[in-house]
């Protein structure tokens, strides 16, 4: 398993449109992308601009193969440029899960 963590700082104002838009992303890719595990998304209390998701995919090469293959569909583009439209993607690390202690 690996994670990819990403971080966006949101226009102010457009936080709950980014968060629709994150979570039907997460659901399509989810749903229709092997290899797609979910995500989660977080938000700083004292930014509140500030967004933080963790996605897990089974594989490197999963995650690889979506971004190189044909887009899912077309909600997923319409759900993505919302999001690109609303935050500004500061960064993204890739990594590997050693282990995972959470309780499902």
């Not at 990819?4 to 226009?11: A, D, L, M, P, S």
């Not at 936080?15 to 992308?33: C, M, N, S």
């Not at 595990?37 to 930014?47: F, I, K, V």
């Amino acid at each position: 398993m690996i994670r990819v963590v990403y971080r966006w700082t949101v226009t102010p104002g457009q936080e709950d449109t980014f968060v629709t838009a994150w979570r039907e992303v997460t659901a399509i890719l989810r749903a229709q992308v092997e290899g797609a595990r979910g995500s989660l998304l977080l938000r700083d209390p004292e930014a509140p601009q500030e967004f933080t998701a963790v996605a897990r995919w089974t594989s490197r090469a999963a995650l690889l193969a979506f971004r190189a293959g044909p887009p899912v569909d077309q909600a997923l583009a319409r759900h993505a440029a919302v999001m690109r439209a609303t935050a500004v993607r500061q960064s993204e690390a890739v990594l590997d899960e050693l282990d995972d202690l959470t309780v499902d």
